[in-house]
Antibody, heavy 127, light 108 residues
Framework: QVTLRESGPALVKPTQTLTLTCTFS??????????VSWIRQPPGKALEWLAR???????YYSTSLKTRLTISKDTSKNQVVLTMTNVDPLDTATYYC????????????????????WGQGTTVTVS | DIQMTQSPSTLSASVGDRVTVTCRAS??????LAWYQQKPGKAPKLLIY???SLESGVPSRFSGSGSGTQFTLTISSLQPDDFATYSC??????????FGQGTKVEIK
């Protein structure tokens, strides 16, 4: 059974650095095609993709937040960590981690995959 | 970045109704479009991937269609458990992902 669980501080002060941890089980991030992303959702608003790390250590970031985000993985601990620097009250949101099971498609010549398994989310307030 | 626009933002319907939600991409995303269902206080749940493929365990009353820039999620006969918010997401761009703003399906 695949599960993901987010953890981190519930309250952070403006300008501080936020560190969130996604601990997963049921798969290995060393396996080809598997990726983990972070997604957030401010209260009453839409989902916003933040970052992704792939099985081959490639990293991808939201264009609007890339200067503030760092994603990393520890495959021995089955964890993915997201750090966000210089937080602001606008960063108040529920933060989710989610797995992507990407498949290589020859017609496009690329990997594609949706977020098939999500964690329960962790709520972070910046105040 | 690719923008995703859903319509309507809110939809009022009754049990048994056929419901359709539309998602439009600012540029072609081919068939790389997913639909998620989210209930209050819960994480999103994958319903449809690759525009029209039903995720394992999802009831067959859910279906998806479309390609390029126009996509549709249809619930053939709305059930009480289906009142929720539905979001589309493109994954054509390998280096990013974008969600629509969500469509809330509420009880009429």
């Amino acid at each position: 059974q695949v599960t993901l669980r987010e953890s981190g501080p519930a309250l952070v002060k403006p300008t501080q650095t936020l560190t969130l941890t996604c601990t997963f089980s049921g798969f290995s991030l060393n396996t080809s095609g598997l990726c983990v992303s972070w997604i957030r959702q401010p209260p009453g608003k839409a989902l916003e993709w933040l970052a992704r790390i792939d099985w081959d250590d490639d990293e991808y970031y939201s264009t609007s937040l890339k200067t503030r985000l760092t994603i990393s993985k520890d495959t021995s601990k089955n964890q993915v960590v997201l750090t966000m620097t210089n937080v602001d009250p606008l960063d108040t949101a529920t933060y989710y981690c989610a797995r992507i099971r990407a498949v290589y498609y020859y017609d496009s010549g690329r990997y594609h995959g949706a977020f098939d398994i999500w964690g329960q989310g962790t709520t972070v307030t910046v105040s | 970045d690719i923008q995703m626009t859903q319509s309507p933002s809110t939809l009022s319907a009754s049990v048994g109704d056929r419901v359709t939600v539309t998602c439009r991409a600012s540029e072609s995303v081919s068939r790389w479009l997913a639909w998620y269902q989210q209930k209050p206080g819960k994480a999103p749940k994958l319903l449809i991937y690759e525009a029209s493929s039903l995720e394992s365990g999802v009831p067959s009353r859910f279906s998806g269609s479309g390609s390029g820039t126009q996509f549709t999620l249809t619930i053939s006969s709305l059930q009480p458990d289906d009142f929720a918010t539905y979001s589309c997401q493109q994954y054509n761009s390998y280096s990013s992902a974008t969600f629509g703003q969500g469509t809330k399906v509420e009880i009429k």
